[in-house]
């Protein structure tokens, strides 16, 4: 019999009437030596299948401090923190949030079968891999998501975070921590502010102060102003995904594209503007700061804007053209004001363009507003 048996055996009789406490002491100084002494092969072998033993051992006490051996070594054989992963919670969560020997694969495996408490544990590893933040982000719960969402060391991508949104977005603290991230992207971004606005047009104490019909009117005229200005903060690289997001979820209507017109955000306007037509974006964006007015119109209704809206669309470009060229106080004359200068003496506009000039009117009284506010904090400050 080789010496490897001879000393299996030895450990086996001696396991059999040693008490928990000495079994345990014994697992802890196995698995150490096991990690950070040069032994024989021989040996080796033997001390790996005593650890085995040890993984059916009825003290939780001795399984636990063979886990406090080798939870921190990325060498310790996979059996054995693999079994270790699988215990009871203490036991597991020993290995689980330490253990450097877990691969990728491990940990997805273990975050898609485990409990929530084998999530909270993975998600509070000092590093927690992108495949494995995209498993919790698809399957974990409240919980398990905020412990993500609050580890430094979560390489969460911007897919993940989308798919949290998705999942938990109508959760306040998870809606907190996601608006929080400066690098959050702008559909993401966008998603949240709908969440929110549902939030609020389903408080009770937001409805009895407003009323149900003018809460809609209120909540959906703030998410597309905060929508606005979502696009105008986007970074270019991320107009098309934005534009997507939007336009699948039923946001590029003719009233919010000529929002983001009267407001200035072109680039974002231009980019909706080539995903609706089809056409180059290039072309586009050339045709809307350089084409003639029948150009500009072709382009318009190509991307789907009705005749008699298109024509107020191509309006609203040639004023923005025309403030973009000049400076000072005729950037003060913004394109919504002067849009309804232009139309509220013409005929009577179909019902669509009714609509939409009903909007812009909204836009240039609040722009009207906001700018009589601004020359009465500056009064304010001149007379201090």
Request: charged share 25%; aromatic share 4%.
């Amino acid at each position: 019999m080789s010496g490897r048996y001879v000393i299996i055996e030895a450990f086996l009789r001696w396991a059999e009437t040693a008490k928990a406490e000495s079994r345990a002491r014994a697992a802890n100084a196995l698995g150490r030596a096991y990690l950070q002494s040069e032994m024989p092969t021989e040996e080796r072998a033997a001390a790996e299948m005593a650890m085995t033993y040890l993984l059916d051992d009825p003290s939780p006490r001795v399984r636990l401090a063979l886990a406090e051996a080798v939870s921190r070594s990325a060498g310790v054989p996979r059996n054995i923190i693999l079994s270790l992963a699988e215990d009871q919670p203490e036991i597991a969560g020993q290995v689980i949030l330490l253990s450097p020997a877990f691969t990728d694969a491990d940990l997805v495996d273990l975050a898609l079968n485990g409990s929530d408490v084998t999530r909270v544990l993975i998600a509070s590893r000092g590093q927690v891999p992108r495949a494995v933040c995209a498993a919790i982000a698809e399957i974990g719960g409240e919980t398990e998501i905020l412990c993500l969402l609050e580890n430094d060391g979560a390489l969460l991508s911007q897919a993940a975070l989308k798919r949290i949104a998705e999942r938990m977005g109508g959760c306040a603290d998870i809606r907190g921590l996601l608006l929080s991230r400066d690098a959050l992207s702008s559909d993401t971004r966008h998603l949240l502010t709908c969440r929110v606005s549902d939030a609020l047009a389903q408080s009770t104490l937001v409805q009895a102060l407003i009323g149900g019909s003018r809460l809609q009117q209120v909540t959906r005229e703030a998410t597309e102003s905060a929508t606005v200005a979502i696009a105008g903060a986007a970074q270019h690289e991320q107009l098309p995904d934005l534009v997507e997001h939007l336009r699948q979820s039923g946001w590029l209507t003719p009233a919010f594209l000529m929002h983001a017109l009267c407001s200035g955000k072109v680039d974002f306007f231009a980019c909706a503007i080539t995903n609706l037509s089809g056409r180059d974006e290039r072309r586009v964006r050339s045709i809307i700061s350089r084409g003639r007015v029948y150009a500009i119109r072709a382009l318009y209704e190509n991307a789907g804007l009705p005749r008699d809206v298109s024509t107020i669309f191509v309006e609203a470009t040639l004023i923005w053209r025309e403030a973009t060229r000049k400076s000072g106080a005729a950037l003060l004359e913004n394109v919504s004001s002067r849009l309804m200068r232009k139309f509220r003496l013409a005929e009577q506009p179909p019902a669509a363009a009714s609509q939409l000039l009903d909007m812009v009117e909204k836009l240039a009284n609040a722009e009207r507003r906001q700018a009589a506010r601004s020359f009465a904090a500056l009064a304010t400050l001149a007379a201090a």
